[in-house]
């Protein structure tokens, strides 16, 4: 699914952020991506969406990630559908509908006949009835733009996901839906979060530093016992050393 080897990243001021950082992840992971503030935990996610490139190091990704941002400021001009890719689609069926049915417009719709009912159906799962595609992404909450990227996730059925940070900006509600999401999902997920039972909702963790990441194979609560045994081993080892 996707393979990093020995990826390092600089900043433009030239401070390196990470260096050989190289991971292996496979179909139908679910990895929580974790760290100190600050190591480059959305850097990376970047690097493997194709949106920065690193200073060296290989990156080869199977298919294509399906990259829901943290910030989503770059999106504002844009209406919903082509913030979601979908407005070309959309407006090629209507077409076809309409009676204009050329060779272009069959092109580009690509015998995607439900694009416009799956786009409908998304969005009202996530809360998102009085919405429709072309309103400007500026004219909505931090709340809505995760939604509507979320809602991406039915309309385009992507099999690796990249999630930074998704539940910032939900209610309540928004945060079970993405939840139960996680949970049932056969897709392929890196997730960044500091949301603790959005962490428990994965069965791997990979803790990024400055030199590499390790690999924990279970959920956060796994992961915080497995460091808390690794801490008390480390005491213990050092109050031997104090008393020799």
């Known amino acids: ?8 990243y600089t900043h433009p001021n030239k401070n390196l952020l990470f260096d050989h ?61 082509q913030a ?12 076809i509908l309409n009676g204009n049915a050329t060779e272009e417009y069959f092109h580009v719709l690509n015998d995607d006949w439900t694009i416009e009912t799956r786009c409908n159906e998304a969005l009202q799962y996530w809360q998102l009835n009085d919405l429709n595609l072309s309103q400007k992404m500026e004219t909505l909450s931090g709340g809505q733009k995760t939604k509507v990227f979320l809602a991406g996730i039915a309309i385009h059925q992507p099999e690796f996901i990249l999630l930074d940070e998704p539940s910032n900006h939900l209610d309540i509600l928004g945060r079970q839906l993405l939840y139960d999401f996680i949970k049932s999902t056969k897709s392929t997920l890196i ?22 990441i390790k690999i924990y194979g279970g959920n956060y609560e796994f992961y915080t016992a497995q460091k808390q045994i690794a801490n008390n081993a480390l005491n213990q080892d050092l109050q031997s050393k104090e008393k020799a």
């Not at 699914?1 to 390092?8: E, K, P």
């Not at 292996?24 to 949106?51: C, D, F, P, R, Y």
């Not at 979601?84 to 077409?95: C, G, P, R, S, Y």
């Open 191 to 212: 997730v960044v979060s500091h949301d603790r039972k959005l962490l428990n909702q994965l069965n791997m963790v990979f803790e990024l530093n400055k030199n590499g």
């Open 84 to 95: 979601l890719k979908v407005e070309d689609k959309i407006n090629a069926l209507h077409e």
């Open 21 to 81: 950082v190289s991971l292996t992840v496979n179909h139908h992971e679910k990895i929580a991506l974790i760290g100190n503030n600050g190591v480059g935990k959305s850097t990376l996610l970047k690097l493997i969406a194709k949106q920065l490139q690193p200073l060296n190091g290989i990156i080869n990704s199977f298919v294509e990630p399906y990259y829901i941002p943290q910030i989503f400021g770059q999106y504002n001009d844009l209406t919903i559908g």
């Open 1 to 8: 699914m996707l393979i990093l080897q020995n990826n390092s």
